[in-house]
């Protein structure tokens, strides 16, 4: 069976976490430590331990999770294994929000075990977020759709790399991902049913 185009909703609770998102991804780093970079650090870093307003950046974090999940049980509901591959993206984004990256403004402060965990589960929501792009390919009807899905997962993959190699623009190259992939989820969950 084959997910269809429908009549357009709109996921209001994926586009409210979205919006928040923009906002706190281009704003929060003004108010966060002092040499905060848009284009070398970070959404983690932004919720790091013992940042400033570090709780406004995993709230987002928190609200992304939840809305995917909310959003997708929506829309997937005869599809278990993309209900499952939502479900671990969405929770895995929320635990990276309460597993907090060390800190990177100078601070003596660091919890270790907390750091590690949010290394793994940010490592688990991109690669569920990929396996749900790829196998959302299989299940979409409209062969431009089928395709933007599998270069929402490409951008998936390469932008991690890109972010390893060249550091120096990793919260540009970030920032790129969530847009696309967020914004996808939006396209997604608001024309098929």
Excluded: C
């Excluded at 929060?28 to 331990?49: C, D, K, V, W």
């Excluded at 987002?60 to 999770?65: C, D, H, K, Q, Y």
């Excluded at 993959?157 to 992939?181: H, S, T």
Aim: glycine share 4%.
């Amino acid at each position: 069976m084959r997910m269809v185009k429908t009549k357009n909703r709109q996921p209001l609770f994926l586009w409210l976490a979205y919006s928040a998102m923009l906002i706190t991804i281009f704003l929060l780093p003004y108010f966060s430590f002092e040499g905060y970079s848009i284009l070398s650090n970070t959404t983690s870093h932004l919720g790091a331990q013992d940042t400033p307003n570090a709780w406004i950046m995993n709230s987002t974090f928190i609200l992304l999770g939840l809305a995917s999940i909310a959003e997708g049980f929506k829309t997937l509901k005869p599809y278990p294994f993309h209900k499952v591959s939502i479900f671990i993206f969405g929770l895995a984004l929320i635990l990276t929000a309460i597993f907090q990256h060390s800190p990177v403004s100078g601070s003596t402060f660091h919890d270790v075990h907390q750091d590690k965990l949010h290394s793994i589960f940010a490592t688990l929501t991109g690669f569920a977020f990929t396996v749900f792009a790829i196998s959302t390919e299989f299940i979409l009807a409209d062969k431009k759709d089928k395709i933007l899905a599998l270069v929402v997962a490409l951008v998936a993959i390469i932008i991690p790399i890109l972010m390893l190699n060249y550091p120096d623009y990793a919260g540009l190259w970030q920032r790129f991902m969530f847009i696309a992939a967020f914004g996808w989820l939006i396209h997604l969950f608001s024309f098929y049913r």
